[in-house]
């Protein structure tokens, strides 16, 4: 998809968010709502699979987070009920899945990082998502959650050093009751504006 494309899913997210969220009392409850059919707009009728649907995933996500942020909302707040809308939407087009998850993580914590956000409550916030949508997607709680983890750690890490260790110092803890296991490690693929802060190994 080209950079049109991914703008026009950016947007449509965005406005479907906003329009659920003004005037409405459950914020929560808008924000999955409109996550969830932004996304079933977005993978619906798409063979989409590994990068580019990862790459749909993304741009709907961005697309939400600045839709929350317009209205006065707080993307860490938010973290949680746009993953379960995300889980969701995957689910109603048969795209969910541990790859869903964690695009869907990595997404929300360099959103997080976009709009000026604690990356750190926004990854837990994902986490605490995806461990109450696990059971709609047919995972367990402990594969959700460490599915969620390897993503925000994924994010954390295009965004640089600081972010990786505000996340993984989050994730590595027990969140909703569960002990959250990564079985890979992470090292920042790291910006070009963190190159002169990196230390040499010791």
Same mark, same amino acid.
């Given at each position: 998809?080209?950079?049109?494309?991914?703008?026009?899913?950016?947007?449509?997210?965005?406005?479907?968010?906003?329009?659920?969220?003004?005037?409405?009392?459950?914020?929560?409850?808008? @924000?999955?709502?409109?996550?969830?059919?932004?996304?079933?707009?977005?993978?619906?009728?798409?063979?989409?699979?590994?990068?580019?649907?990862?790459?749909?995933?993304?741009?709907?996500?961005?697309?939400? @987070?600045?839709?929350?942020?317009?209205?006065?909302?707080?993307?860490?707040?938010? #973290?949680?009920? @746009?993953?379960?809308?995300?889980?969701?939407?995957?689910?109603?087009?048969?795209?969910? $899945?541990?790859?869903?998850?964690?695009?869907? #993580?990595?997404?929300?914590?360099?959103?997080?990082?976009?709009?000026?956000?604690?990356?750190?409550?926004? #990854?837990?916030?994902?986490?605490?998502?995806?461990?109450?949508? #696990?059971?709609?997607?047919?995972?367990?709680?402990?594969?959700?959650?460490?599915?969620?983890?390897?993503?925000?750690?994924? $994010?954390?890490?295009?965004?640089?050093?600081?972010?990786?260790?505000?996340?993984?110092?989050?994730?590595?803890?027990?969140?909703?009751?569960?002990?959250?296991? @990564?079985?890979?490690?992470?090292?920042?693929?790291?910006?070009?504006?963190?190159? $002169?802060?990196?230390?040499?190994?010791?």
């Amino acid at each position: 998809m080209g950079d049109q494309g991914t703008m026009k899913l950016a947007f449509e997210a965005r406005n479907y968010v906003v329009n659920a969220i003004r005037g409405v009392g459950d914020v929560g409850g808008a @924000i999955v709502d409109a996550t969830s059919r932004a996304l079933v707009r977005a993978l619906r009728g798409t063979r989409a699979t590994g990068s580019e649907l990862r790459g749909l995933i993304a741009d709907t996500i961005t697309g939400t @987070i600045h839709g929350v942020v317009i209205v006065g909302g707080e993307v860490e707040a938010a #973290a949680s009920s @746009i993953m379960v809308g995300a889980l969701r939407g995957s689910q109603q087009v048969g795209k969910a $899945g541990v790859d869903a998850v964690s695009a869907c #993580a990595a997404a929300l914590v360099r959103g997080a990082a976009d709009v000026g956000g604690d990356v750190g409550r926004t #990854a837990r916030g994902a986490v605490e998502g995806a461990i109450k949508g #696990a059971r709609d997607i047919g995972m367990t709680s402990e594969q959700a959650a460490s599915a969620a983890a390897s993503g925000a750690l994924k $994010g954390a890490g295009d965004v640089g050093y600081a972010a990786l260790d505000q996340v993984r110092n989050v994730v590595t803890q027990t969140i909703s009751g569960i002990k959250v296991v @990564i079985t890979e490690t992470f090292s920042p693929d790291l910006p070009e504006r963190e190159m $002169g802060h990196r230390h040499p190994a010791a």
